[in-house]
């Protein structure tokens, strides 16, 4: 995990007493040693955890005082023998004042204490009676526990000298509550992590308050942000603990704790330092935001260190990776996403329609996945616009290759929805053709070689071009963005060009989730709907070899040439969207592959989910980044308009994806011979 640039961090929430520094003192080294042990490399503890919380006026007795420097002085002894870097809060008295401080500590050093910027002083807070603002300190450092020149202040950001991509910086609680929260500043001066220490009482409704702030914060900042709470054994004289800690990653939660825990609780998140990083050079108003706040970024004081990483270890992610990284697994969540796609597909189709002044939608059938959410875009937009079905003309052309089982369904989903229905075989035509470039097929012998199966696409395409010039229509295109990306259409006349593309940026496997949303939710209605639960069963293939199997599949299978697409797709998200190494791809590709029990599969059969050695991962990798960086791109450089419906990115040369069709693959490939080819437990 750690080669990989994973780190893996820990939200702690002791078990206090209030006022009992020693005590609070040992419950934080016994949740130290758990966190190492769990190969955690940065623990986050509650604000004012050594002495507790809810301490009020006691704060103002030197016994206390005094008793958390020592317990702050047994931390750091025992963080001699743990390997772990350590954040943790207690008073502390300076120049006649008292600061709310973050301690952090490795191995027995203490690297920096970073008082609170803004402590509350409203409705049940009253922290300015105990404690001063950190810009009242008339020092940048201190002597503290015989440590001389300890860096002090609001502004210090923790480097790891041996991973580049790990600094970090600590505020403390109402410190993210306010307009502008210091970590936003310390995001635009580098720091990838960003830490609070809070304490934070309970009250209805805050939780969820809580969590739109921190995923807020941590996207606004492209940054991971950890949240720990107090909770057990803080006074309860007039306020409630709920011992919440939260870790996200860019605005995604990847570990909470439970609410209202009796008890210590320590929960682990593993965090993408690559991902942050990406996001950040990706997003070029991060880089005009460092630019024109370069003042207060300035303020900022480096802290650098080394620490031991565990990384001679096999240590495998924590952290769950959805297998289809554009399909929510959740389904409410999945049936919005497919909502909210298909209206993206259907907005495009019908702005594009009446901008040209055509009078019909022109489409080409087969039966299988893409042109069927394609027909049911169409007939969406159709409704939309208030006029009739009639107006999309589908036909279905089957060729050499053509299954009686696709051709029927193709027919039954015309019929169903109600479209005009049109049926060309295309075989004559065909046959014509290869007759007159002299292929060996119109000679009698069963060459099924490339030029065999574009001579029928090829075909297909021109018919509907044709078409749509003497019916004055548009020619829908059907490709999707994994053949995109692998350059499976046929380029020129063939799939890879219409008037307008409706699924240029929507993957495989979402086409397959669209359909079944429709189906489920009877989107055309239940004779519609019977038909798409056909096509979910059907093979994916381009059916341009004859034969067929003992139960009506086609015999020739994509996915045979290709690759299996929920594995391409898994490649594409995260090479096109992040960029990340094929090294990386494959360790996350076999995180959440490997193991078909490891987490919840999206309404997936179990006789149709599958699991993949780094073998496998590592084979089909290999022809994605073959077809993705060498082959393919000239296909995508003159791809026919298409809106682009998410977040993982689209292949459009007009839109996210600018790249040259003549580059090499070599690169990634050297790469990706680093991955394994056999599993190592």
Known sequence: MYNHNFVRVAVAIPEVRVADPAYNANQTIAMMREAHERKVLLAVFPELGLSAYSCDDIFHQQTLLDGCLEALAEVIKASLEIPLIVVVGMPLQLHNMLFNCAVVLYRGRILGVAPKTFPPNYREFYELRQFVPADYSPVDSINLLGEEGVP????????????????????????????????????????????????????????????????????????????????????????????????????????????????????????????????RMRQTSFSQSVHKHRNEVAGFRTISFSAALPDSENIRLERQYERFPFVPSDPARRDERCHEVYEIQVQ??????????????????????????????????????????????????????????????????????????????????CELMLKDIRHPFSGGKPVYDVTFENVQAGDRTSHLFRLANQYSGLVVGTSDLSELGLGWCTYGVGDHMAHYHVNASVPKTLIQYLIRWAAKTDQLGPEVSTVLEDVLETEISPELVPGEDSEGQPVQRTEDKVGPYELQDFNLYYILRLGYLPTKVAFMAWNAWHDKSRQSWPDIPEEKRHQYTIGEIKRWLRIFLKRFFKTSQYKRSCMANAPKVGSGGSLSPRGDWRAPSDSEADAWLVQLEKVPDVDHD
């Open 152 to 279: 002090f202040g609001n502004r210090l950001l923790f480097q790891l000298e041996n991973q580049p991509l790990l600094r970090f910086f600590s505020e403390i609680c109402e410190d993210v509550w306010v307009p502008i929260p210091p970590s936003s500043y310390a995001a635009l001066a580098g720091a990838t992590i960003l830490v609070n220490l809070s304490a934070s009482n309970i009250t209805v409704g805050k939780a969820d308050y809580r969590r739109q702030l921190v995923a807020n914060q941590s996207s606004r900042c492209l940054a991971a942000y950890i949240y720990s709470a107090a909770g057990t054994g803080e006074s309860t004289t007039d306020l409630a603990w709920d011992g919440h800690g939260m870790i996200y990653d860019n605005g995604a939660c990847v570990a909470e704790t439970k609410r209202f825990v009796i008890g210590p609780q320590l929960i682990t998140g593993d965090i993408d330092l690559d991902r942050l990083s990406q996001e």
């Open 348 to 429: 495009g189709l019908v702005k594009r329609f009446k901008s040209t002044g055509v009078d019909k939608l022109v489409i080409g059938i087969s039966g299988g996945l893409d042109s069927t959410q394609a027909l049911l875009v169409c007939a969406r937009a159709m409704d939309i616009m208030g006029l009739s079905r009639f107006h999309i003309l589908a036909y279905t052309m089957p060729g050499f290759a053509t299954s009686q089982r696709t051709l029927d369904q193709a027919r039954e989903l015309i019929r169903t929805v109600g479209c005009t229905y049109n049926e060309i075989d295309i075989r004559p035509s």
